[in-house]
């Protein structure tokens, strides 16, 4: 695939943004000057870099082809605004080093299309750069730098720098990001058969054609396609490791900020959107301004809707738009980016055991972090989150059940998982009944054992009755992962909310 490596030229940021520092005073690139100086020189490798600006400059014997020190003053100015650029080589401006050519050569990003991506082996070679080396493969797949025109040294400005600013916690990472845009790419880049918009005949017996299948990606505009890859890279950007409900209880600045709604979701967008409007990150900077108005509003859109208060609502508004559902309407195709980001959110249990075990460990230990920082705060400690009465197994089975099985039934029920070659369902289906399937049967083995130990006079301060009636509102065990509609009826919707707020960040 043809990389886009020449440097857009640049064009003013959005209005949002803040105001560029141009002198006004026409600063002439370093390879133009060198191209003059050595025109007659037509075998100096310097002239094939004429249009790029140099790392370092050259020393020179003769005098006659030193550069001014008023230029190179110039040339370090403009180097630290915005990085350089040579040949496939990108620095971005706080010297992290970029090789294009390895990069669309990279065999760590061979199994990008693939559900069980090895995302922490990858995370482990790459620590700093994951999400921008993943970035940059899932631009380059979907053609983005050649459509967008993006330049390469403001692409990884951007993205080295969203990375950096996510913290070294134990989930809310940049390894989560990561692992939230590679489940968009999967999501949207294979074929899937929508079970919507199909037609029959009210007059004929026989069932209705099987949907052609394509994939999601195909049916999004490029615009729309790049903004819910971006979103997914800058969902959870500064995130301190905290829930909404704790940081409205202690009254953090954030929470006061947006009036305790949507707290770190508003957040993460505005924090994330202030640092792509930096003119040395701006690589959407060719887009026209309706294009970026749109492309705004999409990120915005996308990121706002991680809030899992807005779980249930999206999940039973797409529902109800099931049957008149239409990917050539925006708003529908919007809906659908929508369930894609959050599927890819809140994929752990989807994911091979493996993986999702590690997902686990890590949400966990940041749940135990927050139950500490509660309980030296002298604030009851959220259910699920004291590390001295862990309850993992119960954790992942009310999770499942109540926040991951309604959204992938939905997605399942209306065709738009993937079902690859060989497969009779979706492998996120397979994963999630396989995962769960483990967690009940931990939880029976735990019980079975809190039972037994029980009978054997195990009565502790004679606190056991009060303990069992502490848990008795967790989910049943033994009850299967209910479908869409028996979810929604049978447990009620605030209890859902309040469960995705209070538990799961």
């Not at 994911?351 to 927050?370: A, M, N, S, V």
């Amino acid at each position: 695939m043809t990389s886009a490596l020449s440097p857009s030229p640049s064009k003013t940021t959005c209005n949002a943004c803040a105001k560029s520092s141009d002198t006004g005073k026409e600063i002439q690139p370093f390879g133009v000057l060198v191209g003059k100086k050595l025109q007659k020189r037509v075998n100096s490798p310097l002239t094939a870099f004429a249009s790029y600006w140099k790392t370092e400059s050259t020393p020179s014997n003769n005098n006659e082809h030193e550069i001014p020190v008023d230029v190179l003053r110039k040339i370090s100015v403009s180097r630290k605004e915005s990085g350089t650029h040579v040949d496939t080589v990108v620095t971005t401006i706080d010297g992290q080093r970029y090789d294009t050519k390895e990069l669309d050569n990279d065999p760590d990003f061979s199994e990008t299309a693939e559900w069980a991506f090895p995302i922490f082996q990858i995370s482990r070679k790459y620590p700093k750069t994951i999400l921008s080396r993943l970035t940059y493969n899932i631009f380059q797949q979907s053609e983005l730098f050649r459509i967008f025109k993006v330049s390469p040294i403001k692409f990884f400005n951007f993205f080295h720098a969203l990375e950096k600013g996510y913290w070294e916690i134990p989930y809310h990472n940049r390894i989560h990001a990561a692992d939230v845009l590679h489940g968009c790419y999967y999501l949207s880049v294979h074929p899937v058969r929508p079970q919507f918009g199909v037609v029959k005949s009210p007059d004929s017996l026989l069932p209705a054609p099987l949907p052609v299948a394509a994939s999601v990606m195909s049916q999004m505009s490029t615009l729309e396609l790049m903004a819910l890859f971006t979103a997914a890279a800058m969902h959870d950007y500064d995130h301190p490791g905290r829930t909404n409900a704790f940081l409205v209880t202690v009254e953090d600045k954030k929470a006061i900020l947006y009036n305790d709604r949507s707290v770190l979701e508003n957040h993460h967008a505005a924090e994330s959107w202030k640092l792509l409007c930096r003119p040395e990150n701006h690589f959407i900077e060719n887009l026209d301004p309706a294009e970026m108005k749109r492309f705004r509003y999409l990120v915005l859109e996308y990121i706002l809707a991680t809030d899992l208060k807005q779980h249930f609502e999206i999940i039973m508004t797409f529902n109800d738009r099931l049957s008149d559902m239409d990917l050539q309407v925006e708003s529908d195709r919007l809906l659908v980016g929508k369930l894609l980001i959050k599927m890819a959110d809140i994929n752990s249990p989807t994911k091979p055991y493996g993986l999702h075990r590690q997902w686990t460990d890590r949400i966990c230990e940041e749940f135990y972090e927050q139950g500490d920082d509660e309980k030296k705060r002298g604030l009851a400690i959220t259910p699920y989150m004291d590390r001295g009465d862990a309850q993992v197994a119960k954790l992942q089975d009310s999770f499942i059940a109540h926040v991951v099985s309604p959204l992938a039934q939905a997605m399942h029920e209306s065709g738009l998982l993937p079902i690859l070659p060989g497969l009779e369902t979706s492998e996120l289906m397979i994963n999630m009944q396989h995962n769960h399937r483990k967690w009940k049967e931990e939880i029976e083995i735990e019980t079975a054992s809190y039972d037994s130990t029980t009978c054997n006079g195990g009565n502790v301060n004679g606190v056991i009755e009060e303990e069992s009636a502490s848990t008795s509102d967790s989910p049943d065990p033994q009850r299967d992962s209910p479908s869409l509609d028996s979810e929604l009826s049978q447990v009620p919707f605030t209890i859902c909310c309040s469960i995705a707020e209070e538990e799961y960040v």
